[in-house]
Protein backbone atom coordinates (compact mmCIF):
# COMPACT_ATOMS: atom_id res chain seq x y z
CA UNK A 1 0.00 0.00 0.00
CA UNK A 2 1.41 3.52 -0.85
CA UNK A 3 2.30 5.64 1.67
CA UNK A 4 1.52 9.44 1.41
CA UNK A 5 2.17 11.95 3.16
CA UNK A 6 -0.11 15.56 2.54
CA UNK A 7 0.89 18.75 3.80
CA UNK A 8 -0.77 22.14 2.98
CA UNK A 9 -4.10 19.89 2.85
CA UNK A 10 -6.53 22.76 4.46
CA UNK A 11 -5.38 25.80 1.90
CA UNK A 12 -7.12 26.71 -1.58
CA UNK A 13 -5.75 23.66 -3.36
CA UNK A 14 -5.01 21.49 -1.04
CA UNK A 15 -8.53 21.20 0.27
CA UNK A 16 -10.02 20.50 -3.78
CA UNK A 17 -7.47 18.18 -3.62
CA UNK A 18 -8.79 16.13 -0.64
CA UNK A 19 -12.63 16.51 -2.03
CA UNK A 20 -11.70 15.12 -5.63
CA UNK A 21 -9.61 12.56 -4.25
CA UNK A 22 -12.73 11.57 -1.61
CA UNK A 23 -15.10 12.30 -5.27
CA UNK A 24 -13.20 9.97 -6.86
CA UNK A 25 -12.11 7.14 -4.54
CA UNK A 26 -8.94 7.79 -4.80
CA UNK A 27 -7.76 7.22 -0.94
CA UNK A 28 -8.84 3.52 -1.27
CA UNK A 29 -6.21 1.49 -0.97
CA UNK A 30 -3.54 4.47 0.28
CA UNK A 31 -2.13 4.67 3.28
CA UNK A 32 -2.48 8.83 3.74
CA UNK A 33 -0.86 10.64 6.89
CA UNK A 34 -1.89 14.70 7.16
CA UNK A 35 0.29 16.83 8.77
CA UNK A 36 0.72 20.70 9.34
CA UNK A 37 2.95 23.77 9.80
CA UNK A 38 0.75 25.46 12.16
CA UNK A 39 -1.06 22.91 14.22
CA UNK A 40 0.59 19.41 14.53
CA UNK A 41 -0.69 17.44 17.33
CA UNK A 42 -4.34 18.88 16.18
CA UNK A 43 -7.23 16.82 14.29
CA UNK A 44 -6.46 15.77 10.91
CA UNK A 45 -9.02 16.59 8.16
CA UNK A 46 -12.61 15.49 8.92
CA UNK A 47 -15.00 14.04 6.94
CA UNK A 48 -13.23 12.01 4.55
CA UNK A 49 -15.12 8.85 5.65
CA UNK A 50 -12.20 7.45 7.66
CA UNK A 51 -9.84 8.45 11.12
CA UNK A 52 -7.31 11.07 9.63
CA UNK A 53 -5.48 10.55 12.74
CA UNK A 54 -3.68 13.14 14.36
CA UNK A 55 -1.03 15.53 12.26
CA UNK A 56 2.06 15.63 12.40
CA UNK A 57 4.83 18.30 12.23
CA UNK A 58 5.13 18.98 8.42
CA UNK A 59 9.07 20.55 9.82
CA UNK A 60 9.75 17.04 10.88
CA UNK A 61 11.79 15.33 8.37
CA UNK A 62 12.49 12.27 10.01
CA UNK A 63 8.91 11.32 9.94
CA UNK A 64 7.97 12.89 6.33
CA UNK A 65 10.93 10.61 5.41
CA UNK A 66 8.79 7.19 5.99
CA UNK A 67 6.51 8.09 3.29
CA UNK A 68 6.79 6.98 -0.20
CA UNK A 69 4.78 9.69 -1.62
CA UNK A 70 4.69 13.82 -0.28
CA UNK A 71 1.87 15.72 -1.66
CA UNK A 72 2.49 19.12 -0.82
CA UNK A 73 0.42 22.31 -1.45
CA UNK A 74 1.31 24.20 1.30
CA UNK A 75 3.62 26.99 -0.44
CA UNK A 76 7.19 27.72 -2.13
CA UNK A 77 8.80 28.73 1.51
CA UNK A 78 7.62 25.26 2.81
CA UNK A 79 9.51 23.49 0.14
CA UNK A 80 12.21 25.95 -0.13
CA UNK A 81 12.98 24.99 3.79
CA UNK A 82 12.18 21.09 3.70
CA UNK A 83 12.72 19.47 0.29
CA UNK A 84 16.25 19.98 0.31
CA UNK A 85 16.33 19.00 3.70
CA UNK A 86 14.46 15.53 2.72
CA UNK A 87 16.95 15.12 0.21
CA UNK A 88 19.45 15.28 2.04
CA UNK A 89 19.18 12.96 4.17
CA UNK A 90 18.86 10.44 1.67
CA UNK A 91 14.81 10.47 1.14
CA UNK A 92 14.62 9.04 -1.99
CA UNK A 93 10.70 8.89 -2.43
CA UNK A 94 8.41 11.42 -4.82
CA UNK A 95 7.76 14.86 -4.34
CA UNK A 96 4.61 15.97 -6.02
CA UNK A 97 4.02 19.80 -4.90
CA UNK A 98 1.70 22.46 -6.16
CA UNK A 99 4.53 25.84 -5.54
CA UNK A 100 6.71 27.08 -8.07
CA UNK A 101 9.62 26.96 -6.02
CA UNK A 102 11.09 23.45 -7.96
CA UNK A 103 9.08 24.25 -10.96
CA UNK A 104 11.86 25.66 -13.31
CA UNK A 105 14.77 23.26 -11.92
CA UNK A 106 16.06 20.99 -14.54
CA UNK A 107 15.17 17.50 -12.48
CA UNK A 108 11.48 18.58 -12.24
CA UNK A 109 8.66 17.72 -14.72
CA UNK A 110 6.08 19.63 -14.55
CA UNK A 111 2.26 17.72 -14.98
CA UNK A 112 -0.73 18.00 -16.81
CA UNK A 113 -1.17 14.41 -18.51
CA UNK A 114 -3.82 15.43 -20.91
CA UNK A 115 -1.43 17.55 -22.31
CA UNK A 116 1.95 15.74 -21.42
CA UNK A 117 1.63 12.56 -20.38
CA UNK A 118 4.62 11.79 -22.41
CA UNK A 119 6.80 13.84 -20.78
CA UNK A 120 5.87 12.63 -17.78
CA UNK A 121 6.18 9.25 -18.77
CA UNK A 122 9.71 10.16 -20.01
CA UNK A 123 10.52 11.22 -16.44
CA UNK A 124 9.49 8.51 -14.69
CA UNK A 125 11.44 6.22 -17.04
CA UNK A 126 14.55 8.39 -16.13
CA UNK A 127 13.94 8.17 -12.49
CA UNK A 128 12.98 11.59 -11.92
CA UNK A 129 11.71 11.98 -8.25
CA UNK A 130 10.19 15.66 -8.15
CA UNK A 131 6.94 16.46 -9.87
CA UNK A 132 5.33 19.47 -9.90
CA UNK A 133 2.08 21.05 -10.81
CA UNK A 134 2.58 23.72 -13.15
CA UNK A 135 1.03 27.90 -12.78
CA UNK A 136 -2.56 27.74 -12.86
CA UNK A 137 -3.22 30.35 -15.22
CA UNK A 138 -0.55 28.01 -17.84
CA UNK A 139 -2.14 24.96 -17.14
CA UNK A 140 -5.68 26.24 -18.26
CA UNK A 141 -4.12 27.74 -21.26
CA UNK A 142 -2.56 24.72 -22.26
CA UNK A 143 -5.90 22.80 -21.48
CA UNK A 144 -7.72 25.22 -23.75
CA UNK A 145 -5.37 25.19 -26.84
CA UNK A 146 -3.50 22.01 -26.60
CA UNK A 147 -4.96 20.97 -30.01
CA UNK A 148 -3.07 24.07 -31.74
CA UNK A 149 0.01 23.19 -29.96
CA UNK A 150 -0.20 19.64 -30.52
CA UNK A 151 -0.87 20.02 -34.46
CA UNK A 152 2.72 22.44 -34.52
CA UNK A 153 0.41 25.47 -35.55
CA UNK A 154 1.37 27.81 -32.83
CA UNK A 155 3.56 30.18 -34.04
CA UNK A 156 3.42 32.25 -31.11
CA UNK A 157 0.67 33.39 -28.58
CA UNK A 158 -0.57 36.40 -26.20
CA UNK A 159 -3.16 35.55 -23.30
CA UNK A 160 -4.48 38.61 -21.62
CA UNK A 161 -5.68 36.81 -18.75
CA UNK A 162 -8.92 37.43 -16.62
CA UNK A 163 -7.38 35.48 -13.24
CA UNK A 164 -9.37 34.61 -9.96
CA UNK A 165 -9.06 35.41 -6.73
CA UNK A 166 -8.68 31.82 -5.59
CA UNK A 167 -5.24 31.50 -7.83
CA UNK A 168 -3.70 33.86 -4.64
CA UNK A 169 -5.17 31.49 -1.95
CA UNK A 170 -8.10 30.93 0.51
CA UNK A 171 -7.44 34.11 2.80
CA UNK A 172 -7.78 36.16 -1.11
CA UNK A 173 -11.23 34.38 -1.42
CA UNK A 174 -12.55 35.50 1.80
CA UNK A 175 -11.44 39.11 0.88
CA UNK A 176 -12.98 39.64 -2.10
CA UNK A 177 -16.39 37.88 -0.65
CA UNK A 178 -15.72 40.50 2.58
CA UNK A 179 -15.15 43.60 -0.28
CA UNK A 180 -18.21 42.06 -2.26
CA UNK A 181 -20.11 42.03 1.50
CA UNK A 182 -18.99 46.16 2.06
CA UNK A 183 -20.17 47.28 -1.04
CA UNK A 184 -23.48 45.69 -0.72
CA UNK A 185 -23.62 47.50 2.27
CA UNK A 186 -22.74 50.63 1.05
CA UNK A 187 -25.00 50.72 -1.93
CA UNK A 188 -27.71 49.03 0.40
CA UNK A 189 -29.59 52.48 1.28
CA UNK A 190 -29.47 54.00 -2.52
CA UNK A 191 -30.57 50.48 -4.03
CA UNK A 192 -33.72 50.05 -1.49
CA UNK A 193 -35.05 53.35 -3.08
CA UNK A 194 -36.63 52.79 -6.38
CA UNK A 195 -36.48 56.74 -7.01
CA UNK A 196 -32.34 56.79 -6.40
CA UNK A 197 -30.35 57.53 -9.16
CA UNK A 198 -27.73 54.84 -10.22
CA UNK A 199 -24.89 57.79 -9.69
CA UNK A 200 -26.66 57.65 -6.07
CA UNK A 201 -25.41 54.27 -5.79
CA UNK A 202 -21.98 54.83 -8.08
CA UNK A 203 -21.53 57.60 -5.41
CA UNK A 204 -22.27 54.99 -2.80
CA UNK A 205 -19.37 52.22 -4.04
CA UNK A 206 -16.59 54.33 -4.85
CA UNK A 207 -17.01 56.11 -1.29
CA UNK A 208 -17.04 52.24 -0.07
CA UNK A 209 -13.48 51.55 -2.20
CA UNK A 210 -11.91 54.83 -0.95
CA UNK A 211 -12.84 54.10 2.56
CA UNK A 212 -9.90 53.52 4.90
CA UNK A 213 -11.90 50.48 6.87
CA UNK A 214 -12.45 48.80 3.27
CA UNK A 215 -11.02 45.34 3.06
CA UNK A 216 -7.65 45.45 1.16
CA UNK A 217 -5.19 43.96 3.41
CA UNK A 218 -4.28 41.02 1.12
CA UNK A 219 -4.83 42.47 -2.57
CA UNK A 220 -3.80 45.54 -1.36
CA UNK A 221 -6.72 47.17 -3.14
CA UNK A 222 -10.33 46.81 -3.75
CA UNK A 223 -10.94 43.97 -6.42
CA UNK A 224 -14.53 43.67 -6.47
CA UNK A 225 -15.99 46.66 -8.55
CA UNK A 226 -12.29 46.80 -9.94
CA UNK A 227 -9.22 44.96 -11.29
CA UNK A 228 -5.86 44.75 -10.94
CA UNK A 229 -3.50 44.62 -13.76
CA UNK A 230 -0.80 43.56 -11.72
CA UNK A 231 -0.25 39.83 -10.42
CA UNK A 232 3.20 38.77 -8.37
CA UNK A 233 6.77 40.34 -8.26
CA UNK A 234 8.15 42.44 -11.34
CA UNK A 235 11.18 40.88 -12.39
CA UNK A 236 12.22 43.81 -14.89
CA UNK A 237 11.26 45.14 -18.54
CA UNK A 238 8.05 45.87 -17.20
CA UNK A 239 7.21 42.06 -17.05
CA UNK A 240 5.41 40.64 -13.82
CA UNK A 241 6.38 37.05 -12.55
CA UNK A 242 3.20 35.46 -13.90
CA UNK A 243 3.68 36.80 -17.20
CA UNK A 244 7.15 35.17 -17.46
CA UNK A 245 5.53 31.59 -16.04
CA UNK A 246 3.31 31.65 -19.33
CA UNK A 247 6.47 31.45 -21.59
CA UNK A 248 9.36 29.30 -19.11
CA UNK A 249 6.27 27.05 -17.86
CA UNK A 250 4.13 26.43 -20.77
CA UNK A 251 7.15 24.64 -22.73
CA UNK A 252 8.42 22.91 -20.21
CA UNK A 253 5.04 21.49 -19.64
CA UNK A 254 5.36 21.06 -23.48
CA UNK A 255 8.44 19.67 -23.51
CA UNK A 256 9.38 21.83 -26.72
CA UNK A 257 13.39 22.13 -27.32
CA UNK A 258 12.57 25.10 -29.86
CA UNK A 259 10.15 27.35 -27.62
CA UNK A 260 7.61 28.76 -28.38
CA UNK A 261 6.72 32.81 -27.99
CA UNK A 262 4.17 32.91 -25.47
CA UNK A 263 3.44 36.42 -23.54
CA UNK A 264 0.79 38.79 -22.45
CA UNK A 265 -0.56 40.84 -19.70
CA UNK A 266 -1.89 39.04 -16.53
CA UNK A 267 -5.01 40.63 -14.77
CA UNK A 268 -6.62 40.16 -11.63
CA UNK A 269 -10.39 40.31 -11.94
CA UNK A 270 -12.88 39.66 -9.57
CA UNK A 271 -14.12 36.06 -10.66
CA UNK A 272 -14.28 33.58 -7.14
CA UNK A 273 -12.17 30.43 -9.00
CA UNK A 274 -12.09 30.36 -12.33
CA UNK A 275 -9.04 31.83 -15.02
CA UNK A 276 -10.17 32.98 -18.13
CA UNK A 277 -7.75 34.07 -20.89
CA UNK A 278 -8.39 36.02 -24.39
CA UNK A 279 -5.93 34.90 -26.63
CA UNK A 280 -4.91 35.86 -30.21
CA UNK A 281 -2.70 33.31 -31.62
CA UNK A 282 -0.81 33.38 -34.72
CA UNK A 283 -0.94 30.40 -36.59
CA UNK A 284 1.84 28.92 -38.85
CA UNK A 285 -0.52 28.59 -41.56
CA UNK A 286 -4.29 29.48 -42.64
CA UNK A 287 -6.45 27.15 -41.75
CA UNK A 288 -10.37 26.54 -42.05
CA UNK A 289 -12.24 27.55 -38.13
CA UNK A 290 -14.02 24.00 -38.36
CA UNK A 291 -10.62 22.42 -38.93
CA UNK A 292 -9.51 24.41 -36.00
CA UNK A 293 -12.56 23.85 -33.68
CA UNK A 294 -12.14 19.97 -33.92
CA UNK A 295 -8.31 20.21 -33.36
CA UNK A 296 -9.11 22.37 -30.34
CA UNK A 297 -12.20 20.33 -29.41
CA UNK A 298 -10.55 17.05 -30.30
CA UNK A 299 -7.42 17.66 -27.98
CA UNK A 300 -8.67 15.36 -24.88
CA UNK A 301 -12.08 15.20 -22.86
CA UNK A 302 -11.57 18.09 -20.78
CA UNK A 303 -11.97 20.65 -23.63
CA UNK A 304 -15.70 22.14 -24.65
CA UNK A 305 -16.13 24.52 -27.87
CA UNK A 306 -18.72 26.63 -27.01
CA UNK A 307 -20.23 28.22 -30.07
CA UNK A 308 -19.31 31.61 -31.13
CA UNK A 309 -22.97 33.44 -30.40
CA UNK A 310 -24.10 35.31 -27.80
CA UNK A 311 -26.68 33.07 -26.33
CA UNK A 312 -24.10 30.05 -26.02
CA UNK A 313 -21.29 32.52 -24.72
CA UNK A 314 -23.55 33.90 -21.86
CA UNK A 315 -24.70 30.62 -21.32
CA UNK A 316 -21.50 28.78 -21.14
CA UNK A 317 -18.84 30.92 -21.35
CA UNK A 318 -17.95 32.56 -18.32
CA UNK A 319 -16.62 31.84 -14.66
CA UNK A 320 -19.98 31.38 -13.19
CA UNK A 321 -21.27 28.93 -15.44
CA UNK A 322 -17.97 26.92 -15.48
CA UNK A 323 -16.88 27.18 -11.62
CA UNK A 324 -16.79 23.94 -9.93
CA UNK A 325 -16.75 21.70 -13.71
CA UNK A 326 -13.96 20.28 -14.70
CA UNK A 327 -14.36 20.67 -18.27
CA UNK A 328 -12.30 24.10 -20.11
CA UNK A 329 -14.64 26.14 -22.16
CA UNK A 330 -13.43 27.61 -25.62
CA UNK A 331 -15.03 29.87 -27.45
CA UNK A 332 -15.74 33.39 -28.98
CA UNK A 333 -13.35 31.08 -31.47
CA UNK A 334 -12.49 33.58 -34.81
CA UNK A 335 -10.49 34.93 -37.12
CA UNK A 336 -9.11 38.66 -35.97
CA UNK A 337 -9.45 41.25 -38.96
CA UNK A 338 -5.57 41.03 -39.50
CA UNK A 339 -5.98 37.98 -41.60
CA UNK A 340 -6.45 34.14 -41.79
CA UNK A 341 -3.40 33.21 -39.76
CA UNK A 342 -4.86 35.60 -37.17
CA UNK A 343 -6.96 33.63 -34.74
CA UNK A 344 -8.78 34.92 -31.45
CA UNK A 345 -10.65 33.09 -28.91
CA UNK A 346 -11.40 33.04 -25.19
CA UNK A 347 -11.16 30.54 -22.57
CA UNK A 348 -12.26 29.52 -19.50
CA UNK A 349 -11.38 27.08 -16.98
CA UNK A 350 -11.28 26.24 -13.00
CA UNK A 351 -8.35 26.76 -11.96
CA UNK A 352 -8.53 25.53 -8.54
CA UNK A 353 -9.48 21.85 -10.91
CA UNK A 354 -7.10 21.68 -13.62
CA UNK A 355 -4.94 24.80 -12.56
CA UNK A 356 -4.48 23.42 -9.48
CA UNK A 357 -5.58 20.20 -7.92
CA UNK A 358 -6.21 17.42 -10.72
CA UNK A 359 -2.72 17.40 -11.58
CA UNK A 360 -1.28 16.58 -8.62
CA UNK A 361 -4.60 13.55 -7.98
CA UNK A 362 -3.66 12.55 -11.59
CA UNK A 363 -0.17 12.65 -11.09
CA UNK A 364 -0.34 10.01 -7.57
CA UNK A 365 -2.76 8.20 -9.75
CA UNK A 366 -0.04 8.02 -12.61
CA UNK A 367 2.35 7.17 -9.97
CA UNK A 368 0.10 4.36 -8.43
CA UNK A 369 0.07 2.83 -11.47
CA UNK A 370 3.89 2.73 -12.35
CA UNK A 371 5.12 1.66 -8.93
CA UNK A 372 2.45 -0.85 -8.64
CA UNK A 373 0.60 -1.27 -5.41
CA UNK A 374 2.80 -3.84 -4.31
CA UNK A 375 6.36 -2.17 -4.87
CA UNK A 376 6.34 1.15 -2.84
CA UNK A 377 8.93 3.27 -3.66
CA UNK A 378 10.06 3.81 0.14
CA UNK A 379 12.81 5.39 0.32
CA UNK A 380 15.39 4.50 3.14
CA UNK A 381 16.33 8.23 5.22
CA UNK A 382 19.90 8.03 5.78
P1 LIG B 1 -3.40 28.84 0.85
O1 LIG B 1 -4.86 28.68 0.60
O2 LIG B 1 -2.93 30.16 1.35
O3 LIG B 1 -2.95 27.68 1.90
C1 LIG B 1 -1.59 27.45 2.23
C2 LIG B 1 -1.47 27.12 3.73
O4 LIG B 1 -1.80 28.25 4.52
C3 LIG B 1 -2.43 26.07 4.26
O5 LIG B 1 -1.97 24.79 3.94
C4 LIG B 1 -2.39 26.33 5.76
O6 LIG B 1 -1.25 25.65 6.33
C5 LIG B 1 -2.16 27.83 5.84
N1 LIG B 1 -3.33 28.62 6.23
C6 LIG B 1 -3.26 29.71 7.02
N2 LIG B 1 -4.49 30.25 7.18
C7 LIG B 1 -5.36 29.50 6.47
C8 LIG B 1 -6.77 29.57 6.26
N3 LIG B 1 -7.54 30.51 6.81
N4 LIG B 1 -7.35 28.63 5.49
C9 LIG B 1 -6.61 27.66 4.93
N5 LIG B 1 -5.27 27.56 5.11
C10 LIG B 1 -4.63 28.47 5.86
O7 LIG B 1 -2.55 28.54 -0.43
P2 LIG B 1 -3.01 27.85 -1.83
O8 LIG B 1 -3.70 28.82 -2.67
O9 LIG B 1 -3.69 26.56 -1.53
O10 LIG B 1 -1.59 27.63 -2.52
C11 LIG B 1 -0.68 26.64 -2.07
C12 LIG B 1 0.45 26.53 -3.07
O11 LIG B 1 -0.06 26.13 -4.33
C13 LIG B 1 1.19 27.86 -3.32
O12 LIG B 1 2.55 27.61 -3.54
C14 LIG B 1 0.56 28.35 -4.59
O13 LIG B 1 1.44 29.20 -5.32
C15 LIG B 1 0.35 27.05 -5.32
N6 LIG B 1 -0.71 27.11 -6.30
C16 LIG B 1 -1.86 27.70 -5.98
C17 LIG B 1 -2.87 27.72 -6.90
C18 LIG B 1 -4.17 28.35 -6.57
O14 LIG B 1 -5.00 28.37 -7.41
N7 LIG B 1 -4.42 28.86 -5.37
C19 LIG B 1 -2.71 27.14 -8.15
C20 LIG B 1 -1.52 26.50 -8.46
C21 LIG B 1 -0.53 26.49 -7.50
P3 LIG B 1 -1.31 24.91 7.75
O15 LIG B 1 -2.50 24.02 7.77
O16 LIG B 1 -0.02 24.18 7.83
O17 LIG B 1 -1.44 26.04 8.73
Known sequence: MLDVGFVGWRGMVGSVLLERMQAEGDFTGLAPSFYSTSSPGGPGPADLGFDSGRLGDAFDVGALARHDVIVTCQGGDYTHEVHPRLRAAGWNGYWIDAASALRMEPGTVLVLDPVNADVIAGGLARGRRDFCGANCTVSILLMAFAGLFRAGLVEWVTSMTYQAASGAGAAHMRELAAQMAAIGDAAREPL??????????????????????????????????????????????????????????????????????????????????????????????????????????GAHEWV?????????????????????????????????????????AFSVGDQLLWGAAEPLRRMLGILRSHLGEEHPARAEAA
Open 304 to 344: RVVENTPEATLAELTPAAVSGRLDVAVGRIRKLAMGGEFLT
Open 192 to 297: GDPASSALAVDRSVRAALADDGFPRSRFGAPLAASLLPWIDRPIGGGRSREELKGFEEGNKILGNEVPVPVDGLCVRVGSMRCHAHAVTVKLREDRPLDEIESLIG
